[in-house]
C-alpha cells in the first residue's frame, strides 16, 4: 500500500479542493475572467459570474488612455445550441428563476469588445469595437482570447479637433460682404479638406487576455 506523506496529502487536499470549487458552482453558471496588461505594466483583472442564459455576461473596467479615462465592455453571449428543447423549458418553467438556472450541453459563443467615451470626429477616431467569429463552446471547459486594445491615435484627435475648432469660428465671425463670406468659406473648406487627409495609425492601450470558463 503507498504511503500518504505530508507532500501528497497536501496535494490530495488540494486537488479535494479543487474540484469543490467547481462543483459549488452551478451548471447553469460561467465566468469570464479579464486580464489587462498597460503598455506601462500596470495589470488589472476583472472577473463576471453570470447565467448561462438567457443575456449575455457583460465584464466592464475602465482603461487610462491618452485619450483619458475609457470603459471597456466584454461581452460574452452563449446562444443554445439545442434551442427549440431549451425554449420549450423555459415556456414550462414555473418562475423567471427556475427559467434562469437552465443549461445547454452546447453553445454557439461570440465573444465581443466594446468601447465607450471615445470622440468620433469627422469619422476618424471612432474606437474599433471587435466582434470574434462564433465558436463551439461547452460549459466547464475554458476558452482563451488574447487580443490588442487599439485607440485612435491621440495625435490624430487633437489635429482634428483643433481643425475643427478653427472651422467653427470662421463659422461665428462669418461677414456679410460677399468677397470677405466668399474667402471665409474658402478657408472653411481648406480645413474641411486637410481633415479628410488626416490618416494615422491607432495605437496600442493594452493587451487583453479573455477566460471563459
Known amino acids: ?8 496529502a497536501f496535494t490530495s ?3 479535494l479542493t479543487a474540484c469543490g470549487e467547481t462543483d459549488a458552482r452551478e451548471k447553469h453558471r460561467y465566468t469570464v ?12 483583472k476583472i472577473s463576471k459570474e453570470c447565467n448561462q442564459m438567457p443575456d ?3 465584464a466592464v473596467f475602465d482603461l487610462e488612455t491618452p485619450l483619458g479615462k475609457r470603459t471597456i465592455h466584454i461581452i460574452a453571449r452563449n446562444d443554445p445550441v439545442h434551442r427549440q428543447e431549451i425554449y420549450k423549458k423555459v415556456r414550462s418553467a414555473n418562475s423567471e428563476e427556475e427559467a434562469n438556472r437552465l443549461t445547454d450541453s452546447e453553445y454557439d459563443q461570440v465573444v465581443k469588445i466594446k468601447g465607450f467615451g471615445f470622440k468620433n470626429a469627422a469619422n476618424k477616431t471612432k474606437f474599433k469595437d471587435v466582434d470574434f467569429k462564433s465558436t ?18 491621440p495625435d ?4 482634428v479637433d ?18 470677405e463670406r466668399e474667402a471665409k468659406q ?10 479628410k487627409t488626416i490618416s494615422m495609425p491607432d495605437v496600442k492601450a493594452a493587451d487583453l487576455k479573455i477566460r471563459i470558463y
Not at 33 to 44: D, L, M
Not at 136 to 153: G, S
Open 56 to 58: 449575455g455576461c457583460r
Open 13 to 15: 487536499l488540494l486537488a
Open 156 to 159: 490624430l484627435v487633437k489635429r
Open 136 to 153: 463551439n463552446w461547452t460549459p466547464r471547459t475554458e476558452r482563451i482570447v488574447q487580443q490588442e486594445l487599439m485607440i485612435p491615435n
Open 162 to 179: 483643433d481643425l475643427q475648432i478653427k472651422i467653427r469660428e470662421v463659422y461665428g465671425k462669418m461677414a456679410q460682404n460677399r468677397k
Open 186 to 195: 474658402d478657408k472653411i473648406k481648406k480645413f474641411e479638406n486637410e481633415i
Open 1 to 8: 500500500m503507498k504511503k500518504l506523506t505530508l507532500g501528497t
Open 33 to 44: 475572467e479579464v486580464e489587462v496588461t498597460e503598455p506601462s505594466g500596470k495589470v488589472q
